[in-house]
């Protein structure tokens, strides 16, 4: 049975995002005080004042924090790569991140958890890649191992970097874009469909974050389920779980003109595996794609 911490105080940006909104209601109801990182002036007594891009932090607030967890960040797929965008992108994870980092740094919490991705490892083919694997040299992979480098400002506070990969969650991310097409009977796969999608539930994104807030590990690791499938075998579960089928599959050359540089991401493939958390003894509630989707979708899919 996981051993539970007694009641912390930990500090979260991003709290207002797919994950940070999961992860802050979980935290309270294990009995947290969590205080969330706010863009303007503070209106309650749970907000932390900061601003990234002029990187700075209300650190009178933060003082006596036991944990700072730092997801904040502009979404891969939220915009067209443009070149603006693109350093959009980049600057909101590396100014953010330094002033977290040099925040942290100062207030020394008993752990720093900073959001990564499995961009990092850039386009695997075939090739299985865990924590220890050397980074890729696409635009995501650069972005990721400057972001990380950032988040090592933090000194000498027990810092881990999480390379979060496809969080499954039917409300929002991308299960929440495609269920309308496959409730529809639109679906199918992306390209080739032969990719590998590297993916973990929003549930097992939280448990992990709390596992590592429990353990003592450092150091990047993978959020990811140990079993990641290949699109075609994602979009024909996801067909399945919902009973409809998945006729219409999407070209690459439509993607690309659709979606810009995004759809390296969509196209390109990540096999990645959780190492360092298995390693460390986390168990995933749904480790298999099939269940996982069966837990998530509504029986009247």
Known sequence: ?????????????????????????????????????????????????????????????????????????????????????????????????????????EVKPA?????????????????????????????????CREWESAADLAGDVRTVKIRTGLVLEPTGGALGRMLPLFRFGLGGRLGSGKQWWSWITLHDQVRAICHILESNISGPVNLTSPNPVTNLEFTAALARAMHRPALFPAPGFALRLLLGGFSTEILGSKKVLPEALTNDGFEFEYPHLTNALTAMLPTDE
Request: proline fraction near 3%.
């Open 111 to 143: 752990v720093f958890i900073s959001a990564s991705a499995i961009g990092y490892y850039g386009e695997t083919g075939n090739r299985a890649v865990a924590e220890s694997d050397r980074s890729g040299d696409d635009f995501l992979a650069a972005v």
């Open 1 to 105: 049975m996981r051993k539970q911490l007694p009641p912390q105080r930990i500090a979260v940006t991003g709290a207002s995002g797919l994950i940070g909104t999961a992860l802050v209601a979980h935290l309270r109801e294990e009995g947290h005080t969590v205080q969330r990182f706010v863009r303007r002036p503070t209106v309650a007594s749970d907000e932390i004042s900061w601003d990234p891009i002029a990187g700075t932090v209300d650190i009178e607030a933060l003082r006596g924090v036991d944990a700072v967890i730092h997801l904040a960040g502009a979404g891969v797929g939220d915009k067209r790569w443009t070149k603006r965008y693109r350093a959009e992108i980049l600057n909101s994870r590396l100014l953010g991140t330094t002033a977290i980092a040099h925040a942290v740094a």
